[in-house]
């Protein structure tokens, strides 16, 4: 394979990994929100007395839902974002590596490119004096 095929190949997948990691990146940022939200909801349901009614929403109608169940849930969706949150930090960190690795390969093909046009810049210009 050719230096201009390598160098075509790598930044190609250099921005293949780019767009990966903007779209990681964006689904961490919406996890953050929702983590966000759900530990609001925590915080307002631990204020809560026990004569309080809950009401969750269910397609447009409210229905009634028990304390416990409803910080159950929330609870649960806070170990699931957390979770998610671990996956995705991973993620971005083995993107991340990647991302490195393909860019020093660009960087090491360039180099012997340039290496290449000065030695037959050189040649030339012997060649002509």
Not at 69 to 74: F, Y
């Amino acid at each position: 394979m050719s230096l201009e095929e390598r160098l075509e190949k790598a930044t190609t997948e250099y921005q293949k990994l780019q767009k990966d990691l903007e779209n990681t990146v964006e689904n961490r940022q919406k996890l953050d929100a929702q983590m966000t939200e759900n530990e609001q909801v925590q915080k307002e349901f631990s204020q809560l007395k026990p004569s309080n009614t809950i009401y969750k929403l269910i397609g447009p109608v409210l229905v009634r839902q028990e304390q416990s169940e409803a910080k159950g849930n929330v609870e649960k969706r806070l170990e699931f974002i957390k979770g998610e949150i671990k996956r995705v930090e991973a993620l971005l960190k083995d993107i991340g590596d990647k991302s490195e690795k393909v860019k020093s390969e660009i960087v090491q093909i360039q180099a012997i490119r340039q290496g290449q046009q000065e030695a037959i810049g050189g040649a030339s210009a012997a060649a002509s004096a």
